[in-house]
């Protein structure tokens, strides 16, 4: 085992935020210095490299590492450490984590009450404002092994996420490739049959357009599908949507905004330390996201895995 470094490890996504982010990490880099932080920096190049990069950091000894991006970026880097753990059998408390926000989608750092402000970010960090968030392990189709920082979902919710991250391949940016996609969604998803399981009791069973569940509320560029959900209390949030008339569905949009959406008659939801959602037949194996990248497909197995990491917190 390496000898632990004391530096920050900082891994930067040059294509996040429509490709803002060397403007914005060139004088992020210049205040670390000012503020007497010790840093290096590595860059991402390709997809999932994050992943790599927080693997191979967590490997040489570095225990104090950050994601330069938004949603995407966290998450790669969280599942890069996490798998990382649990091969060498290195807790996750040894770890802090934090994300330098230049990203055009940013939910995760909403739960933790960290502002979307790169110089504010950057005083949160030099000041060592942590707290710990929970560690939730995910299994879907073929034993594949992710981790979740803020949400996951399927149906509807991973149907949204594929949309919106083609169109940003794309080249395409801002809030209304969200509210464009969640449009097109709404006309053409198609329910899935599914068997949902909260802590081994059965809660449901039919036909659903939206599964999602959360370790924090804020999801898809402002949305709070699970809006009691918190990070550090131990419990997974679900929610579920069943097969219902369009037009009683579009007069519920409104509440994932308002973080109404557990007030809802129509709407299922509840809390649990463990989920498993497994599709009642081949065609309804629909896709999964996990913070907003879609990986992977049902069924799905979530745990809370008893651990958790130190994260950024304002």
């Known amino acids: 085992m390496s000898e632990t470094k004391t530096e920050w490890y900082f ?56 994601a330069v991006g938004g949603d995407g970026s966290l998450h790669e880097v969280l599942g890069g450490i996490c798998a990382w ?3 060498n059998g290195v807790p996750t408390e040894e770890f802090r984590l934090a994300v330098v926000p230049i990203g055009s989608g940013n939910d995760w750092i909403k739960s933790c009450g960290v502002p979307d402000d790169v110089e504010e970010v950057i005083r949160l960090i030099a000041q060592e404002s942590f707290g710990r968030m929970d560690i939730v392990r995910a299994v879907s189709r073929g034993g594949r092994v992710s981790y979740m920082a803020n949400c996951a979902g399927t149906g509807f919710d991973s149907h949204v996420c594929e949309r919106v991250n083609r169109q940003k391949e794309r080249g395409m940016r801002g809030r209304m490739i969200y509210l464009n996609a969640l449009r097109y969604t709404i006309f053409h998803i198609k329910p899935i049959a599914v068997s949902v399981q ?28 699970v809006p009691l959900a918190r990070n550090d209390d131990g419990l997974l949030d679900y929610m579920i949507v069943p097969k219902a008339p369009l037009g009683k569905l579009l007069r519920e949009v409104p509440r994932l905004f308002a973080g109404t959406a557990h007030e809802s008659d129509l709407i299922r939801s509840g809390r649990c330390t463990t989920l498993l959602v497994a599709p009642l037949d081949e065609s309804s194996a629909d896709l999964i996201e996990f913070d907003g990248e879609v990986e992977g497909r049902l069924p799905l197995d979530l745990s809370f895995t008893g651990h958790t990491i130190n994260v950024l917190r304002g």
């Open 198 to 225: 909260a802590d081994g009791r059965e809660v449901f069973s039919g036909e659903v357009y939206s599964l999602a569940t959360g370790n924090g509320p804020w999801s898809g560029g402002g949305m709070r599908q």
């Open 85 to 87: 753990c649990e091969e």
């Open 11 to 66: 891994i930067v996504n040059p294509r996040a935020g429509s490709g803002k982010t060397m403007s914005q990490w060139v004088p992020a880099e210049k205040l670390l210095e000012q503020k007497g932080v010790p840093f290096i920096t590595a860059m991402t190049d390709h997809k999932k490299h994050a992943v790599e990069l927080a693997r191979e950091a967590a490997g040489a000894g570095y225990r104090r590492i950050a």
